[in-house]
C-alpha cells in the first residue's frame, strides 16, 4: 500500500520533538511493508524561524521513509486561520505535484489534526480521488477551546474524511458535543516507540526517583508536582524528583524549587532528546504528570513501556490509560491528592509487577498492534 502522510507538525533541526510519534508511526508503517511518504509543509516556530532549510522544496530518506519538506516561518499566521490553511494548501498542493512528477503513487492520504492538515489533505484527495484519514490530537478539542470558524473547519473535516480517528475516548467525546456530528469516530491510540522498553532496575540500591517529562507550559501543572512532592518528602534526602523539559515557565520553576529549599532533592533537567528521556524512565522508579488536561499522553506509555507505574490526573486522557495495576489516579489540581499518591507510590513500590506493566503497555500501544489497526482502517477505506 501507499501511504501519503501529511502531519499538521513534525520534527525539525530547531525542534527535534515537535510531532516526533507522527515520524514514528510512519517508520512503523514502512516496516509493516507499506511504501510511505511524508509531506512536511508545517510552519516553524521561533526556534525555527531561520533554519537554513525554510523555503526549499527538498527531499530525503528517513530510516525507509520519503520526506517531501517545504517548510516556512510561522509569523503569526496560527492567529489569522485561513489564511494560514491557504498558505499550507498552496505548498501542500506543490509539493504534492512534484511527488506525483516523480512517478509516486498513493493509494490513501492520512493527516494529523484536522487544523491544518486534515482540511487541506481532504482538498487534495476530493481533487484526485484519494481517500482520506485524519487522526486528531489537538488540546483545543478537548477543552473545546475553538473558534466557530475552527468548529466549521472541523465540521467539514468530520464531512470529507473516509475515516476520522481520535486518540482517546475523552477527545472522541469532544469532537462529538463540538460538532453534533453522527458520523462513527474511531478510536486507535498514540503508539509507543519500540525505543521504549523494560529494563531491570537493582532497587534496594538507589534512591527512589520520580521523574516527568512535559513542555514547563501552565497546563502540565509542574508547579503543582512540585508543591506535593514537597508536601510528602522534604527532609528525605533518599527521595528525589526530576523534571524533564523546556519551556516558558523554567525560571519560574526554578525559582520555586529555591524558595522551598528544595535544590537538594528537585532537578531541572531542561529539554531531552529521546534517546536520554528513555534512559532517565528507565533508570527512575515513578513517573508522574498532573497535567490539567491530554488528549491522550503519550509520555505515560512511553513510561509504562519502561515498566513504571505512573501517577496522573484524569485529565481526559489519562483515565484511559491509567488502572489499579499500573499506578495512581488523582483529581485534577488536587495538591493532597497527588501528595498522597506520591507516598502510596513509595510505601506500595514492591506491588507494582514492572514486567507485565510493560508487557501489557506493549501489547496495547506497541508498533504492531498500532499499525495493524490502522492497516484495516486504511484497507477498508479503499475498498469504500
Same mark, same amino acid.
Given at each position: 500500500?501507499?501511504i501519503l502522510?501529511?502531519?499538521?507538525w ?5 525542534? =527535534? ?9 510512519? #517508520?512503523?508503517?514502512? +516496516?509493516a511493508?507499506? +511504501?510511505?511518504?511524508?509531506v512536511?509543509?508545517?510552519f516553524q ?12 522544496l527538498? +527531499? ?8 517531501? *519538506?517545504?517548510? #516556512?516561518?510561522a509569523?503569526g499566521?496560527?492567529?489569522? &486561520? ?5 498558505? %499550507?494548501?498552496?505548498r ?10 516523480? $512517478?509516486? /503513487? ?8 484536522? !487544523? =491544518? ?5 481532504? &482538498?487534495?484527495?476530493? !481533487? ?5 484519514v485524519i ?9 473545546k ?6 468548529v466549521?473547519?472541523?465540521k467539514?473535516?468530520l464531512e470529507?474524511?473516509?475515516? %476520522? ?13 463540538? @460538532?453534533g ?5 474511531e ?5 509507543? *516507540?519500540?525505543l521504549?522498553?523494560?529494563?531491570? &532496575? ?5 534512591d ?5 517529562v512535559?513542555n514547563?507550559i501552565?497546563?502540565k501543572? %509542574? ?6 512532592? @514537597?508536601?510528602?518528602? &522534604?527532609?528525605n ?5 526530576q523534571?524533564? $523539559? $523546556? ?9 520555586? #524549587?529555591?524558595n ?8 531541572l533537567?531542561?529539554e531531552m ?6 534512559h /532517565? ?17 503519550v ?5 509504562l ?6 501517577i496522573?490526573?484524569?485529565n481526559?486522557?489519562a483515565?484511559?490509560i ?13 495538591e493532597? /491528592? ?6 502510596? !507510590?513509595?510505601?506500595?513500590?514492591n506491588?507494582?509487577? +514492572?514486567?507485565?506493566i ?5 501489547? /496495547? ?12 482502517i486504511?484497507?477498508r477505506c479503499?475498498?469504500?
Amino acid at each position: 500500500m501507499n501511504i501519503l502522510i501529511i502531519p499538521s507538525w513534525y520534527p525539525s533541526k530547531s525542534n =527535534p520533538l515537535s510531532g516526533s510519534f507522527f515520524r514514528e508511526q510512519a #517508520i512503523s508503517l514502512h +516496516k509493516a511493508g507499506h +511504501k510511505v511518504i511524508v509531506v512536511n509543509v508545517s510552519f516553524q516556530d521561533r526556534r525555527g524561524y531561520f533554519d537554513v532549510d525554510n523555503f526549499k522544496l527538498k +527531499k530525503f530518506y528517513d530510516e525507509g521513509v520519503i520526506v517531501y *519538506s517545504y517548510t #516556512i516561518p510561522a509569523f503569526g499566521l496560527g492567529r489569522a &486561520k485561513r489564511l494560514m490553511i491557504s498558505n %499550507f494548501y498552496k505548498r501542500l498542493n506543490r509539493v504534492y505535484r512534484k511527488i506525483v512528477e516523480d $512517478g509516486e /503513487q498513493v493509494d490513501i492520504i492520512h493527516a494529523h489534526s484536522y !487544523m =491544518p492538515a486534515g482540511y487541506c489533505a481532504c &482538498k487534495i484527495g476530493e !481533487m484526485n480521488n484519494i481517500p482520506v484519514v485524519i487522526t486528531e490530537h489537538s488540546s483545543k478539542i478537548i477543552n473545546k477551546d475553538l473558534s466557530p470558524i475552527e468548529v466549521n473547519y472541523l465540521k467539514k473535516c468530520l464531512e470529507m474524511a473516509e475515516c %476520522f480517528i481520535c486518540v482517546g475516548d475523552g477527545l472522541k467525546q469532544s469532537v462529538i458535543e463540538l @460538532t453534533g456530528t453522527n458520523k462513527k469516530i474511531e478510536v486507535v491510540p498514540n503508539m509507543v *516507540s519500540s525505543l521504549f522498553q523494560y529494563k531491570e &532496575k537493582n532497587r534496594h540500591l538507589d534512591d527512589f526517583i520520580f521523574c516527568s517529562v512535559g513542555n514547563l507550559i501552565g497546563r502540565k501543572r %509542574f508547579g503543582l508536582t512540585i508543591n506535593a512532592f @514537597t508536601k510528602s518528602f &522534604k527532609g528525605n534526602g533518599n527521595i528525589k524528583l526530576q523534571i524533564i $523539559g $523546556g519551556g516558558s515557565l523554567y525560571n519560574e520553576l526554578k525559582e520555586q #524549587i529555591d524558595n522551598l529549599g528544595m535544590n537538594e532533592q528537585i532537578f531541572l533537567l531542561g529539554e531531552m532528546d529521546r534517546e536520554k528521556v528513555k534512559h /532517565q524512565l528507565q533508570a527512575c522508579d515513578t513517573f508522574v504528570l498532573a497535567s490539567a488536561n491530554e488528549t491522550f499522553g503519550v509520555v505515560y506509555i512511553e513510561a509504562l513501556a519502561c515498566g513504571k507505574p505512573v501517577i496522573g490526573t484524569r485529565n481526559g486522557g489519562a483515565e484511559w490509560i491509567i488502572n489499579e495495576d499500573n499506578g495512581v489516579l488523582v483529581d485534577v489540581d488536587n495538591e493532597v /491528592q497527588l501528595a498522597d499518591a506520591m507516598l502510596k !507510590m513509595v510505601n506500595n513500590y514492591n506491588d507494582y509487577h +514492572k514486567n507485565e506493566i510493560s508487557r501489557a503497555t506493549i501489547s /496495547q500501544y506497541g508498533e504492531k498492534p498500532v499499525t495493524s489497526r490502522l492497516n484495516l482502517i486504511y484497507e477498508r477505506c479503499i475498498k469504500e
